[in-house]
């Protein structure tokens, strides 16, 4: 018994030794092509310069220095892909999206998922490569890499073994449709970073996400708008009735509009209704909150449609209607909330664009 033991000791130290002798080429994601940048950004992997935009509290400003939904695109011939980093701000919640990565992979026309990995909280070494995917069959791979949703990159290198290619791919992804919105659509709860709505919607359509979901924090705030209304895109969705109790709702949403429609006229902008929470299955308090807040927007709304003609309102719908659950707190979808939610709105977004001439890529 005890030469087995020694024996599977000297194999576990062998491949071991195999694992960290293993030698990588090393690119920086953003010198391949990073896809969602609101603004160029002397971090790259952060979505809004701070020292342009004031005004944040100290959480928004870790926000906005977090690569939600930002993607890399490249293309590869290797058998196997990893990821390294250097963290700034790690978030140190239990969820692997928090600090991980998400690879998704052409096949046959469609982006199908490929792996994924994650940091530990305490994660130091910028070396230690992390294995994302392996023992895939070889040939040139087109690959889709979605960035964690709630840790700061300082630097962050796609790993190939040595002699295998690694180049930027250009992006399919068509025109540019900014998300701005609250925890929902920042993507808290998914289990991989390329499971929020938005990010769903952009695989299912073709068309390119600029991603600005800020958990918590998007209620219509002066500052807000004016980093929304230096957004170049060709599209506008927001999700601004999820964060803001009801008196926010009822002075801020008619100005926030007014401003968005003039800087941004003649383009679509896109309001969507706060889902049901399913915490008000069995409370009452909020029942009266979040059934209140619906109830506002529906008649303010009303409002603003009539009022603005490049002014929309929509109804995600993120629930099961079986009786069973599709959150994973009873506030934030789980996997197959979200995927419910993007299906619900696939439809009436597209229908919308296509008055504008903004068709999906595929």
């Known amino acids: 018994m005890k030469k087995i033991i020694l024996l599977f000791a000297a194999i576990a130290l062998v491949f071991n030794a ?18 969602g940048k609101a603004f160029t950004t002397p971090n790259p992997y952060h979505r809004i310069d701070t020292c342009v935009y004031k005004g944040f509290t100290p959480g928004e400003n870790i926000q906005c220095r977090v690569p939600a939904g930002l993607t890399v695109m490249f293309k590869t011939d290797a058998t196997e892909i990893g990821a390294s980093v250097s963290f700034g701000y790690v978030n140190r919640d239990p969820y692997g999206s928090y600090r991980g990565f998400d690879l998704y992979i052409k096949k046959d026309g469609k982006w199908l998922w490929a792996g994924n990995t994650t940091f530990d909280r305490d994660h130091k070494d910028p070396n230690k490569v992390r294995t994302i995917v392996k023992k895939m069959a070889p040939g040139e791979k087109e690959c889709l890499l979605y960035m964690p949703l709630y ?37 808290v709860s998914c289990t991989r970073g390329g499971m929020s709505y938005p990010m769903q919607f952009m695989r299912k359509t073709g068309l390119q996400v600029i991603p600005l979901g800020f958990s918590g924090n998007c209620k ?97 719908d993120a629930a099961l209607h079986n009786g069973e659950s599709s959150t994973a707190d009873g506030v934030h979808p789980n996997d197959n909330g979200y995927s419910l939610w993007e299906a619900s709105i696939e439809k009436p977004i597209l229908k919308i664009l296509k008055k504008y001439g903004i068709k999906r890529s595929w």
């Open 151 to 187: 840790s700061e990159l300082n630097s962050c290198q796609i790993c190939v073994p040595e002699g295998s290619t690694l180049e930027p791919l250009e992006s399919p992804f068509k025109y540019k449709i900014a998300f701005h919105g609250s925890s929902f659509t920042h993507g």
């Open 18 to 35: 195999a694992a960290q002798t293993r030698s990588w080429a090393k690119k920086e994601a953003a010198e391949l092509n990073l896809c």
């Open 220 to 316: 219509m705030q002066p500052y807000f708008a004016d980093v929304l209304e230096d957004v170049e895109a060709d599209a506008y969705v927001f999700d601004p009735f999820s964060n803001p109790n009801i008196p926010m709702i009822r002075e801020r949403l008619l100005p926030f509009i007014d401003r968005m429609v003039k800087a941004h006229p003649g383009k679509p902008i896109i309001i969507q209704r706060t889902i049901y929470w399913e915490r008000e299955n069995f409370n009452t308090e909020s029942q009266a909150e979040f059934g209140g807040r619906r109830a506002l927007s529906d008649s303010l709304m009303q409002i603003a449609c009539k009022q603005y003609k490049d002014v929309y309102y929509i109804k995600p």
